[in-house]
Nanobody, 115 residues
């Protein structure tokens, strides 16, 4: 059973920073592609950042230079460091694992950026 539990969301002023964490069951963080998605009010869920099993990363254009995805294999944890936050970053952020053709999701964590 794959379990993903996000934490670290909250309310922050524009220009501030937050770090999201995703604790995963088992050793899936090091062995599979992982990512962060977000869904803003009235919007579709979108990819924010992803990291492959080999460690290569990619980012949505809107967050390049501000967000950093990383992982700690020993802790089976995925992170998203978010700097220079903007009001348009307000969304529910979801951790994702793509394992053998299936997508697994966490419950989401709310990030609210005030102007």
């Amino acid at each position: 059973q794959v379990q993903l539990v996000e934490s670290g969301g909250g309310l922050v002023q524009a220009g501030g920073s937050l770090r999201l964490s995703c604790a995963a069951s088992g050793s899936i963080v090091s062995l599979n592609a992982m990512g962060w998605y977000r869904q803003g009010p009235g919007k579709q869920r979108e990819l924010v950042a992803a990291i492959s099993s080999f460690g290569s990363t990619n980012y949505a254009d809107s967050v390049k230079g501000r967000f950093t995805i990383s992982r700690d294999n020993a802790k089976n944890t995925l992170y998203l460091q978010m700097n220079s936050l903007k009001p348009e970053d307000t969304a529910v952020y979801y951790c994702n694992a793509f394992i053998r053709g299936f997508n697994y999701w966490g419950q989401g964590t709310q990030v609210t950026v005030s102007s």
